[in-house]
T-cell receptor
Framework: QQQVKQSPQSLIVQKGGISIINCAYE??????FPWYQQFPGKGPALLIA?????SEKKEGRFTISFNKSAKQFSLHIMDSQPGDSATYFC?????????????FGAGTTVTVRA | EAQVTQNPRYLITVTGKKLTVTCSQN?????MSWYRQDPGLGLRQIYY???????DKGDVPEGYKVSRKEKRNFPLILESPSPNQTSLYFC??????????FGNGTRLTVT
């Protein structure tokens, strides 16, 4: 059972447009929410991350919006470029004594058309 | 260059033939983990290791074994592979409570 539900499964956007990927969770023990970007033939790499005491975090054209009460967070890619075409995974972390767990969403394949 | 190295990148095998996928990291990370990636299911954790000689099951450990005899290496062992283990496998490592560093994956096909 997926602890982090991600949508959509795929999306196509024109160059210069906005890509939006949504994630939802139930476990209130999650304390850290990273997004990973994966290009074909490569492993996922950290893109941007947010903690639940912050409602928004922006790094360049990438913004995470976080709604703690709704248990939802989303990734916005502004001014989407062909080089942004990749698979994006949201994730959520729990930590307990001597244990660490990162739960991933199912992934969203983003295609940016020139 | 700081990296996580997996070998082989591609592997085709037959049901029941034992195989090992190697993983090595050069960042002196304590935490290492194996994931499998399947369409529509995202990344699911197989096993993880908080430190040398300490390993624990993830979400989908059935049919897999791991060992952590030294900090840099964390091999994934399939004693008797089956077709449902056909997947894309990733090894990852992490220092402290930072973020995961992933290898470039091993695509395994079991016929």
């Amino acid at each position: 059972q997926q602890q982090v539900k991600q949508s959509p499964q795929s999306l196509i956007v024109q160059k210069g447009g906005i890509s939006i990927i949504n994630c939802a969770y139930e476990n209130t023990a999650f304390d850290y929410f990273p997004w990973y970007q994966q290009f074909p033939g490569k492993g996922p790499a950290l893109l941007i991350a947010i903690r639940p005491d912050v409602s928004e975090k922006k790094e360049g054209r990438f913004t995470i919006s976080f709604n703690k009460s709704a248990k939802q967070f989303s990734l916005h890619i502004m001014d989407s470029q062909p080089g942004d075409s990749a698979t994006y995974f949201c994730a959520a972390r729990t930590i307990s004594f001597n244990d660490y767990k990162l739960s991933f969403g199912a992934g969203t394949t983003v295609t940016v058309r020139a | 260059e700081a990296q996580v190295t997996q070998n082989p990148r591609y592997l085709i095998t037959v049901t029941g033939k034992k195989l090992t996928v190697t993983c090595s990291q050069n960042m002196n990370h304590e935490y290492m983990s194996w994931y499998r990636q399947d369409p529509g299911l995202g990344l699911r954790q197989i096993y993880y290791s908080m430190n040398v000689e300490v390993t624990d099951k993830g979400d989908v450990p059935e049919g897999y074994k791991v060992s952590r005899k030294e900090k840099r290496n964390f091999p994934l062992i399939l004693e008797s592979p089956s077709p449902n283990q056909t997947s894309l496998y990733f090894c990852a490592s992490m220092m402290g409570l930072g973020h995961l560093h992933f290898g470039n994956g091993t695509r395994l096909t079991v016929t």
